[in-house]
């Protein structure tokens, strides 16, 4: 059972910045990809931003330019860094493991 645990989520004013990690309970190398999603009330979760094993990347067309998504195998980390952070930010975020394993997110909040 792959257990994924994020971090790093929080309160930022309007053009902050944070990095979000999630770490994986097994090694993530073997995987071929890894996303980030967020959810805000009411709306249905959706994919931030994804890599995979070849070290292709996607982000949404929403925070392109701002979020940056990386992936460590040695550590068995996935991470979000998040600039020029914007109130429509605002969600929980969770990381995915093969669209198949997800943690149980954490909170950031986008407020002045």
């Known amino acids: 059972q792959v257990q994924l645990m994020e971090s790093g989520g929080g309160l930022v004013p309007p053009g902050g910045s944070l990095t979000l990690s999630c770490t994986a309970s097994?090694?993530?190398?073997?995987?071929?990809?890894m996303a980030w999603y967020r959810q805000t009330p009411g709306e249905q979760r959706e994919v931030v931003a994804s890599?995979?094993?070849?070290?292709?990347?996607w982000v949404a067309d929403s925070v392109k330019g701002r979020f940056t998504i990386s992936r460590d195998n040695t550590n068995n980390i996935l991470t979000l860094q998040m600039n020029s952070l914007k109130s429509e930010d605002t969600g929980v975020y969770y990381c995915?493991?093969?669209?198949?394993?997800w943690g149980r997110g954490t909170q950031v909040t986008v407020s002045s």
């Open positions: 995915n493991l093969e669209n198949n394993w």
């Open positions: 890599v995979t094993s070849y070290g292709s990347k």
């Open positions: 097994t090694s993530i190398k073997p995987f071929y990809i």
